[in-house]
């Protein structure tokens, strides 16, 4: 520029040219001359992509009447106000006219005014009127997926990306979404785009189309659409039979049934909700269906209704299904444990009810052992005297119930039946079953702080009792009996519970003097094992053990008959064997007496 420069000192300097400098370029590091700059969430425009995007810019610019949903309500709002729809679809209008002047179309996009709907069509008319396609923007989102869009203008990029690919039914339904929040509703579906006003009325068609589009295939019958192999009788009538089904009935009437256990199966996508959601606008399915939950638990009396806590949390799961917020994965699961953990009384095991006075067919539900059935049976029977209940997980964890009876187990093994039962009635099944206190202490404990399987556990158990029943059969078990006595006492126990062979061993090792080596003699010489064992024995305690062999004979037939199997307490067994240990202290003529029982 040219002026005048004052000097110090006071002076001018006139007619000099000045001139002054640019604006100084930014250069970011690692940045090449003349790179363009782009902007976050754009790219490059790849020739395919390019391809893409100019053919649906250019259906839009042939047809743009497309992106307006065909208003078939018939209400009225109060006096003066017009309906919002209505009012976008009028500006959509305005553009529709104005679309190949591009100049009024970048006013449009970029004003502040008017509705964004509007604002979408004329930023994408005027990507439609130009003659490249460099940059593109992309769209993500976690229902809707992702696409690419040209950006023009400062619309929204849902708005834009559903203006831009209005021949897709669910996308061209984003640009509605302020009318939704507002409570105005819309279907979109290969047939038809439509705004039904105010009220969600399903238009007909809209449930065929999605249903054909649907990952679960569905078959008509009988006017009923049937997903998974369901009796279509049934479902028309709301029978409940053997297979548990959910029923939705559309309010255009549609009805549709589904298998429960369709939901279980690996390889499906989008699920069946969601895809139905996501073809209208705002996609709340829940207001144009009603859905039935057609399952009972095995057992469960037909003509009787399930309990209002069960039908409320049925209720809740699918609610929450309905608005896209329970995974359908495990939504079969759900809704059988919405019943089966809010009964209230007699027993729940597995998938099945028993009614709380058939306590032997609830034991017969669980898989196990005899002596596992006898204890579920005692742990049940008291918790009914203490009236009393229990949840029990599926890793055998339990939940205590007050003054409740029902009896509810994931688990169908009555080990983790007992499992989880143990810390709170073992103690007592144990002194129930005859073991002493500090027997049963000690095996509460160890089963307590390391769980070995119940069968094998409770095996034992009941095996050692049947041992220490059939040992303290014979008189004196259990008290100390001094002199030979008792040392033929001890030879009868070990054979009792070890068997003869460990019981005629010991016989071989008693050396503490003539007197006792003698009883070894006269044992072995009982039982015929004398032969080959002389040279343990000392002549003297040979001679005076085969005296007392008649009467020890005589004290071990004794013995076998009260540790039979057979054993009969009314044959005074017992009697027999004090007798015969009488005769034999005489025989040997011990000194100390018997002690008294």
């Known amino acids: 520029m040219r002026g005048t420069v004052a000097i110090k000192g006071g002076g001018l300097l006139r007619g000099v040219s000045i001139i002054m400098a640019g604006p100084t370029s930014v250069e970011f590091p690692g940045q090449k001359k003349n790179q363009r700059m782009r902007m976050r969430g754009t790219k490059q425009a790849s020739a395919d992509a390019q391809k893409r995007m100019r053919k649906q810019l250019q259906r839009l610019l042939d047809e743009p009447e497309r992106v307006m949903p065909d ?72 229902i809707y997926g992702n696409g690419t869009f040209v950006r023009k203008g400062d619309a929204k990029p849902a708005s834009m990306v559903g203006i831009q690919h209005v021949y897709h039914p669910r996308l061209r339904l984003l640009p509605w979404e302020e009318h939704a929040k507002k409570g105005w509703w819309l279907f979109s579906w290969k047939g038809g785009f439509v705004c039904t006003g105010n009220k969600p009325d399903v238009p007909g068609g809209w449930v065929l189309d999605q249903l054909s589009k649907n990952e679960f295939l569905s078959k008509e019958s009988d006017d009923i659409h049937l997903i998974g192999e369901l009796n279509s009788e049934d479902v028309k009538k709301s029978i409940i039979g053997e297979v548990g089904y959910l029923k939705m009935t559309f309010n255009d009437g549609t009805v549709v049934g589904l298998r429960g256990d369709v939901f279980e199966e690996r390889g499906v996508k989008d699920g069946f909700i969601q895809p139905l959601a996501l073809g209208m606008m705002p996609p709340k ?148 079953m005859g073991l002493s206190e500090d027997d049963a202490s000690a095996a509460w404990q160890k089963q307590l702080d390391k769980p070995a399987p119940f069968n094998n556990f409770l095996k034992k158990v009941v095996s050692a009792k049947r041992e220490s029943d059939r040992l303290s059969r014979i008189p004196w078990f259990g008290t100390n009996i001094e002199g030979l006595c008792g040392e ?80 009969d307490e009314s044959k005074k067994s017992a009697e027999s064997y004090i007798e015969a240990m009488e005769r034999f202290r005489r025989s040997c003529g011990e000194q100390n007496k018997l002690p008294l029982l």
């Open 488 to 567: 033929v006492q001890s030879l009868i126990l070990n054979a009792a519970t070890n068997g003869l062979g460990k019981a005629n061993n010991a016989a071989t090792k008693l050396r503490k003097s003539v007197e006792i080596a003698a009883v070894g003699w006269a044992w072995l010489s009982t039982h015929g094992k004398e032969g080959g064992n002389e040279w343990h024995f000392e002549q003297a305690a040979r001679d005076k053990g085969g005296e007392w062999v008649p009467s020890l004979k005589g004290l071990w037939s004794a013995a076998e008959e009260l540790l039979s199997d057979d054993f």
């Open 71 to 142: 208003m078939v309500w018939s209400g009225k709002l109060p006096w003066g106000k017009v309906d919002p729809v209505t009012k976008s679809l009028k500006e959509l209008r305005k553009v529709i006219d104005h679309r190949t002047d591009r100049r009024w179309l970048i006013k449009r996009m970029m004003s502040k005014r008017g509705g964004g709907v509007a604002k979408a069509l004329a930023g994408s008319l005027v990507a439609a009127l130009d003659d490249e396609i460099g940059m593109v923007a992309t769209f993500k989102h976690p």
């Open 285 to 432: 399915i829940s207001e144009i269906v009603d859905v039935e939950l057609m399952w009972r638990p095995e057992g469960w009396p037909e003509d009787e209704s399930l309990p209002e806590a069960a039908t409320k949390r049925v209720a809740e799961v699918l609610d929450g299904w309905l608005g896209l917020g329970v995974s359908e994965k495990f939504l079969w699961n759900m809704l059988k444990q919405a019943v089966l953990a809010n009964l209230d009384s007699g027993f729940v095991v597995g998938d099945a009810w028993v009614h709380e006075s058939e306590v032997d067919v609830c034991i017969g539900l669980f898989s196990g052992g005899e002596e596992e059935q006898n204890a579920a049976k005692w742990i049940i029977e008291k918790l009914h005297e203490e009236w009393r209940g229990v949840t029990i997980d599926n890793e055998g964890e339990a939940e205590w119930l007050e003054k409740e009876t029902v009896i509810r187990s994931r688990s169908t093994t009555l080990h983790n039946f007992l499992k989880a039962c143990w810390a709170e009635f073992g103690y007592a099944l144990l002194i129930d």
